[in-house]
């Protein structure tokens, strides 16, 4: 069971450069989340969705789409990369409300 | 409105000593999550608190609900080497389109 997948681990991107990260999770869960981590920041939280085909907007979005075509799967997308989007990416996954959440183990993505 | 702020943003004890983080919300929460990052990786659940006033432990790790559900507490009691990491508390509504929203975490760091 391999839980909460992200993929790739590691991403240089060149200003303007565009690219997507993909999480996959194999337990069924409804809602998927996708969180950026900066030093001092916390996780903010960027998207989300309640369920398969659906999406929301999260605490900091601009910048950012995603798409959740698969129950399984929930893409983040950067049209064109910028310097402050530098971070680390974490997607999560839950069954549904009020429950805990499950985590991927990251994408550190650094664009220059 | 949503924001949970957590105190202190760091900490520094003497192994063996207690550790206290706080977190705060100016609403009332429905609920309180408590999860915690080791250097490096990625958040991990410990627990959840729904009712007002709950106290619950596991080992060493004592959490507390406020009784107006405005507030937890998460006490370590004889720090180990091990509780190194960042303490996140997280607030999550029981509605469908609810997101999770994090606070800024407590980093806590194990002087030997």
């Known amino acids: 069971n391999a839980g909460v997948t992200q993929t790739p681990k590691f991403r240089v991107l060149k200003t303007g450069q565009s690219m997507t990260l993909l999480c996959a999770q194999d337990m069924n869960h409804e809602y998927m989340y996708w969180y950026r981590q900066d030093p001092g920041m916390g996780l903010r939280l960027i998207h989300y969705?309640?369920?398969?085909?659906?999406?929301a907007k999260g605490e900091v979005p601009d910048g950012y789409n995603v798409s959740r075509l698969k129950k399984q799967n929930f893409l983040l997308g950067l049209e064109s990369a910028a310097p402050s989007q530098t971070s680390v990416y974490f997607c999560?996954?839950?069954?549904?409300?009020?429950?805990?959440?499950?985590f991927g183990q990251g994408t550190r993505l650094t664009v220059v | 409105g949503q924001q949970v702020m957590q105190i202190p943003q760091y900490q520094h004890v003497q192994e063996g000593e207690d550790f206290t983080t706080y977190c705060n919300s100016s609403t009332t929460l429905s609920n309180i999550q408590w999860y915690k990052q080791r250097p490096g990786g990625h958040p991990v659940f410990l627990i959840q608190?729904?009712?007002?006033?709950e106290v619950k432990k596991q080992k060493r790790l004592t959490f507390q609900f406020g009784e107006a559900k405005k507030n937890s507490s998460l006490h370590i009691t004889a720090t180990q080497t091990t509780d190194v990491g960042t303490y996140f508390c997280?607030?999550?509504?029981?509605?469908?389109?609810?997101?999770?929203?994090f606070g800024k975490g407590t980093r806590l760091h194990i002087l030997p």
């Open positions: 999560a996954s839950t069954p549904g409300g009020g429950t805990e959440a499950f």
């Open positions: 969705s309640v369920g398969e085909g659906t999406t």
């Open positions: 608190l729904v009712k007002s006033g």
């Open positions: 997280a607030r999550r509504g029981m509605n469908r389109d609810d997101k999770i929203i």
